[in-house]
Nanobody
Framework: VQLVESGGGLVQPGGSLRLSCAAS????????MSWYRQAPGKERESVAA????????NYADSVKGRFTISRDNAKNTVYLYMNSLKPEDTAVYYC?????????????WGQGTQVTVSS
């Protein structure tokens, strides 16, 4: 089982990035998928999530209207489209999968990808 994030980098304020989270060993459409981020000196926070049941999404207030989470079942990949980026969006971004097996919850995490928003 593996989650591999990619697409991070350095971008100017107002710019855009697309993060990818490629899964192997399990099916993303059967799991709740989320993006988290952690800035230096801060706790990890949830940014966006998409459900397994109907693909509904929800977002942190700080990114609502700027970020979009989506899922490509054929590629077994989840994306985070980030627009109108701000310096405060600078963080390591992580992908997480959550599921339940035999009534016990479990989670998979990726290794993270750095996003830096700076002029």
């Amino acid at each position: 089982v593996q989650l591999v994030e990619s697409g991070g980098g350095l971008v100017q304020p107002g710019g855009s990035l697309r993060l990818s989270c490629a899964a192997s060993g399990f099916t993303v459409s059967n799991h709740g998928m989320s993006w988290y981020r952690q800035a230096p000196g801060k706790e990890r926070e949830s940014v966006a999530a998409i459900t397994s049941a109907d693909g509904s999404t929800n977002y942190a207030d700080s990114v609502k209207g700027r970020f979009t989470i989506s899922r490509d079942n054929a590629k077994n990949t989840v994306y985070l489209y980030m627009n109108s980026l701000k310096p405060e969006d600078t963080a390591v971004y992580y992908c997480k999968a959550r599921g339940v097996q035999l009534w016990r919850p479990y989670e998979y995490w990726g290794q993270g990808t750095q996003v830096t928003v700076s002029s």
